[in-house]
């Protein structure tokens, strides 16, 4: 049986305020428990529930891609009362028959950070503009290579995600080269990419894919990765190989560890978003919903900057200091 991470009342802590019988009751619900992006996520979403004395249920697949787990969490939920989930789908299309059968219970289902294949099939979205976050990182590498002819490796997430999509395509047409639009879940492909593989966002996974990636084609100059966890991997994986020096690895999230990774030169520039204010919003949007019963709708973009240690002509960028003070959207 997979196992469903559902805790309910977050909203409370040990010296907090009991809250009231009647709190309206939010959900949330992230594709792993262990990824910093998710983590930080859950802990913005407790504290803008406690803030507003809402009662905050969680749950989580077991991995990236554990759609089963995503079910059973929102058939608990609305078990629990919940009238507003919030979720990071990991399989933006199997999820949304249990969407829809919990909107017909009269739940309002808001994505966060990742949207559904269709998006329309949640109430709301509330992400960063994942095409233009690879867009920002491909023009960095193609200036960073200084017209050097570009090796390029990219670590995706998995197949037919749009987050994997449009952070890949949006990463290629940065870059100056040929690649489907923002509304593609295809990955596009060029010849100079010498590999491509899926990480998963792990960061195991990432090194293990850098590593087969090395074996077809060990002069790359480029590397692409979906995220942080996958860049630390990369970058492990040319190290071991003493080709750590010359690569331009970037990424997106902008977490606190992943901008002290530009800081350390592990990472020559990331996209960085922020999940405490996706979180907020969800929950504000879940208080209002109970206290008001109007609903949310559509597409609402919360942001991306180019954090990168080295600032490179044409590229408009912010440096780790700014990067690191405002990492994860803390203030």
Aim: net charge positive; hydrophobic share 45%; proline share 4%.
């Amino acid at each position: 049986m997979r196992r469903c991470l559902l805790t309910s009342l977050l909203a409370l802590s040990a010296t907090g305020p009991a809250l009231a019988a009647d709190a309206p009751v939010i959900g949330l619900i992230t594709k792993t428990e262990t990824n910093p992006f998710f983590v930080k996520m859950k802990e913005g979403a407790a504290e803008a529930a406690k803030a507003q004395g809402a009662k905050l249920l969680t749950g989580a697949g077991k991995t990236d891609g554990d759609n089963a787990g995503q079910v059973t969490a929102i058939e608990n939920m609305i078990a629990a009362g919940a009238k507003t989930i919030l979720i990071t789908p990991s399989d933006s299309k199997a999820i949304i028959p249990a969407i829809k059968k919990a909107q017909a219970k009269g739940v309002q289902v808001i994505a966060l950070d990742s949207p559904t294949d269709p998006a329309e099939a949640t109430d709301a979205l509330f992400a960063t503009d994942n095409y233009k976050a690879g867009v920002l990182i491909g023009q960095y590498a193609k200036a960073a290579l200084a017209g050097k002819p570009a090796k390029i490796v990219m670590l995706d997430l998995f197949p037919g995600h749009p987050v994997g999509a449009q952070r890949h395509n949006g990463f290629l047409k940065g870059f100056g080269l040929a690649a489907p639009d923002a509304k593609s879940n295809e990955l596009g492909k060029a010849a100079e990419v010498v590999c491509m593989a899926d990480s998963f966002g792990d960061q195991a996974k990432g090194q293990t894919a850098m590593e087969n990636c090395l074996q077809k084609s060990a002069d790359v100059n480029v590397v692409y990765t979906i995220n942080e966890p996958a860049a630390a991997g990369a970058f492990n994986a040319l190290k071991k190989v003493g080709k750590d020096k010359g690569v331009v690895i970037v990424s997106v999230d902008g977490g606190c560890q992943g901008v002290k990774d530009v800081g350390d030169g592990k990472i020559a520039a990331t996209s960085q978003q922020y999940p405490l204010k996706m979180a907020a919003m969800g929950v504000d949007a879940g208080m209002a919903y109970a206290k008001g019963g109007k609903k949310v709708s559509g597409y609402t973009d919360t942001g991306v900057t180019l954090i990168a240690a080295k600032a490179v002509p044409g590229v408009e960028s912010k440096d780790v200091a700014t990067g690191t003070s405002l990492c994860w959207g803390k203030k």
